[in-house]
């Protein structure tokens, strides 16, 4: 499936009707509008503002639909869905004209305001649907034919995965499963080896989900090993995958999901979207642009810093360690060095509130938080957000996981460099109080939205104006 090529027929159909219904409204306005105003037939002609309108309005359209995730998840869209977001987009879309455009239009009367934005929205509307329509019509008869699928693995190889493999496999229309083989969970269970490749055990997931690129997961596990769901749910949600589960056990799932029939086979799919597209483009839009303007405003906080961490102790200014980010990728976080060098030379530790191994200046900086501001630069990078979960190692990871498997659930999201866990217990010196703090992220995560973003953010500026962390 060449996802760039299907986003690229979308932008070109996205273009063309929105030109097009700004050519149409623009012809109505000149032939029925403004005579209505003026008493007389006005000379028609394509003026310098209609050819403004003719390069902009197209791009802001393109800007809102990419607002709105229209062109996220390209081969996933459907009818009814995209009349839902057409729709939605088209009216926003329309009154935001309305107050940068057509307010200041010459009119009879206020009636006729009413009368542009409508024809405005039928124009705009007709024509991007119709063209969305089209193509994504296309799309979906071409996964009912097979033509298109989603790289598909089966968790559990018994009885009951075999039976849910040929249902999906005998379904026509295509459900849009393309299954390339079978994990097994106990070792054991190989009967489903007759229809499929073996791909490994259950603890090689994610060598499998990177080497075939999978896209969905179906849970397809006995009764005896229900006791298994909790962790293999926690480790499947840390990964870029859809993960759906056969109705039986449905009754000891926890968590949020939603019942989805496709043609006539029901499935449980775990609801996996946190926050709206509209809301994760614009937290975007907020961490690149605030971490511009830290940037910017921070210049003689980092001049200072680089100069008082040189004094302070023989040693690099900054700091550099790998810790793993969302979907388990690893990346380099940047730090103010506040601690002497070679302070981990037996081994990773924590730090803890007297550390012995802490520069006079580390441990300002670290009650102000200011060892982190060179994070922006991570965030401009786009491996963390201003703010999520902190990122950890992978050793401390591995230590997390055995006594709380939900730590997965944080890898859903970018790590950020303040925190609700951050905020409300500080740094962990031990992987007991990692634990505990985890709670926090977790809840941060299950009600996570721009408000409460902004309220951690507050509560950060907070500790550092006060020093009060810890």
Sequence with gaps: MNQKT???????????????????FYIFRKKFIEPLKFGYDIPFQFDERFYYGLML???????????????????RRHRLRELGQVLLSSITG??????????????????????????LFLLHFTLSFTLRIILTTQSVKRIHKRKIGFNTI???????????????ENMMPSPGFKFVGYVSVNGKDHLLQEELPWLGKFGEINRVIEEKQVEEVVIAIESSEHNNLGSIVSNL?????????????????????????????????????????????????????GSIFAIFILVPVYIILTILVKLSSPGPIFFKQERIG???????????????????????????????????????????RMDEIPQFFNVLKGDMSLVGPRPERQYYI?????????????????????????????????????????KYDVLYIENMSLAIDIKILAYTIIIILKGSGK
């Design 57 to 75: 309005i197209p791009l802001f359209w393109l800007a809102l639909y990419a607002l709105f995730g229209m062109y996220r998840n390209i081969y």
């Design 237 to 289: 949600e840390s990964m870029k995958v859809k993960i759906k589960i056969i109705p039986d056990i449905y009754d000891i799932l926890s968590g949020s999901v939603k019942m989805s029939s496709i043609f006539g086979a029901p499935l449980i799919e775990i609801n996996t979207e946190i926050m709206p597209s509209w809301q994760f483009f614009l937290k975007r839009l907020i961490d690149f642009f």
């Design 154 to 168: 089966i968790i559990g190889g018994n009885e009951e995965a075999l039976n849910v493999y040929r249902e999906m």
């Design 326 to 368: 969302q979907h388990n990728r690893p990346f380099y976080i940047y730090k103010f060095r506040s601690m002497y060098l070679n302070s981990e030379r037996k081994g990773p530790q924590l730090s803890s509130k007297h550390d012995p191994r802490i520069t006079p200046i580390g441990r300002f900086m670290r009650k102000t």
């Design 94 to 119: 329309v009154i935001i004209l309305f107050f940068l455009v057509l307010l200041d239009d010459e009119i009879a009367s206020y009636v006729y305001y009413y009368k542009s934005l409508m024809v």
């Design 398 to 438: 591995d230590q997390i996981v055995k006594v709380a498997p939900h730590y997965r659930h944080l890898q859903k999201v970018k790590p950020g460099i303040t925190s609700w866990g951050q905020v409300k217990y500080g740094y962990a010196e031990n992987v007991e109080q990692m634990v505990a703090r985890l």
């Design 6 to 24: 299907q986003v690229s027929k979308y932008i070109i159909a996205d273009l063309m009707s929105a030109a097009v219904a700004w050519v149409l």
